[in-house]
C-alpha cells in the first residue's frame, strides 16, 4: 500500500511558475513509475507526464512539453512537478500517481495508487 499526499497548488497569473510536490509512504518507492495528472471541470483525467522509478526516463503530454519537469527524489519518497510558462488551460485539480507494475503509461488505468489532487488555478 503506497500513500501519497500533494502540496503545492495556488493560484498564479498567466506566464507564472508552480512547483508540485508529492510525498510517498513506503519503504519500495523508488520501484514505482510515478505520474502526474490533471482534470478540469467537466473534462476527463488528463495524462501530464511520468517518471521511471530511477528517474532516467520521463515522458510528457504534448501540451505540456518544454514547459512543465517531472523529477524524483527517491531518497526523500517525493516526485515534483516543475510547471512553468503556465496558461489557462492548465487549470485543473492535479493528482499524482504509483504504478507498480509498468514501466509507465499515459493511460490512468495503469496506475495503481492516488493522491487526493491539488489545485492550480492559472489566471488570464
Known amino acids: 500500500q503506497v500513500q501519497l499526499v500533494e502540496s503545492g497548488g495556488g493560484l498564479v497569473q498567466a506566464g507564472g511558475s508552480l512547483r508540485l510536490s508529492c510525498a510517498a509512504s513506503?519503504?519500495?518507492?523508488?520501484?514505482?513509475?510515478m505520474g502526474w495528472f490533471r482534470q478540469a471541470p467537466g473534462k476527463e483525467r488528463e495524462f501530464v507526464a511520468y517518471?521511471?522509478?530511477?528517474?532516467?526516463?520521463?515522458y510528457y503530454a504534448d501540451s505540456v512539453k518544454g514547459r512543465f519537469t517531472i523529477s524524483r527524489d527517491n531518497a526523500a519518497n517525493t516526485v515534483y512537478l516543475q510547471m512553468n510558462s503556465l496558461k489557462p488551460e492548465d487549470t485543473a485539480v492535479y493528482y499524482c500517481?504509483?504504478?507498480?507494475?509498468?514501466?509507465?503509461?499515459?493511460?490512468?488505468?495503469?496506475?495503481?495508487?492516488w493522491g487526493q489532487g491539488t489545485q492550480v488555478t492559472v489566471s488570464s
Open positions: 513506503g519503504r519500495t518507492f523508488s520501484r514505482y513509475t
Open positions: 500517481a504509483a504504478d507498480r507494475y509498468s514501466l509507465g503509461s499515459p493511460a490512468y488505468q495503469r496506475y495503481d495508487y
Open positions: 517518471i521511471r522509478g530511477s528517474g532516467g526516463i520521463t
